[in-house]
């Protein structure tokens, strides 16, 4: 069961990511004089997987959300989350300002430069649909000829992406590694054999 406490103007957003997420509304009501309503979802569980963040989101921070356990329940059916790709490292190595500067011009990274990568590790939340496979530790090549300006890369912040973020963002062929130092997300390198 969730029960979700949220402003009248932010009611609509809530409502179509409940019902996104499976959730079967049972109760309504408004609550006190400024304009507060309390809605009560029978959800799956796993439809609560990154749902608080979400709903932070829609809100603008103005929602305040509950869960309790209340009963096993047939299968609701898929829920869809995430309809942008992956961003993929190409190569092992290390990440240099260099490449992520233009990496990030294909969607959010997770990773900051001098981080260590892998081959078919998820780097980033690709902006369009499909997975994009990238070069992240490209470094820029070193020329005998002087440069009179230093150029200035400007990185984005990259994502955090707590445990229930990365459980929530994997698809089908995807996976969460989590080690004591790092919760990391990679392509599942069984799916990549059979294609």
């Not at 439809?47 to 809100?59: D, E, F, H, K």
Request: hydrophobic share 35%; charged share 25%; glycine share 10%.
């Amino acid at each position: 069961i969730a029960t979700v406490e949220v402003p009248e103007e932010h009611m609509g957003s809530v409502v179509e990511l409940l019902g996104k997420r499976r959730g079967q509304m049972f109760d309504m009501q408004g609550v006190g004089s400024e304009g507060t309503t309390f809605l009560k979802y029978k959800i799956p569980t796993r439809g609560l997987l990154g749902l608080r963040n979400a709903i932070l989101t829609v809100s603008r921070g103005t929602a305040i959300l509950n869960t309790i356990f209340d009963s096993y329940g047939p299968w609701a059916g898929d829920i869809t989350t995430r309809d942008q790709g992956s961003l993929v490292a190409f190569e092992d190595g290390t990440t240099s300002s260099y490449a992520l500067s233009s990496s990030q011009e294909r969607g959010q990274m997770f990773i900051g430069p001098g981080v260590d990568v892998y081959k078919g590790q998820i780097v980033g939340i690709h902006q369009r649909p499909g997975d994009l496979s990238l070069n992240v530790c490209k470094r820029k090549a070193a020329t005998n000829i002087r440069s009179n300006k230093e150029q200035t890369v400007v990185l984005d912040t990259p994502l955090a992406y707590s445990l229930d973020d990365c459980i929530e963002y994997i698809q089908e062929d995807e996976l969460v590694e989590v080690t004591p130092l790092h919760i990391r997300m990679c392509k599942n390198p069984k799916f990549s054999k059979r294609k």
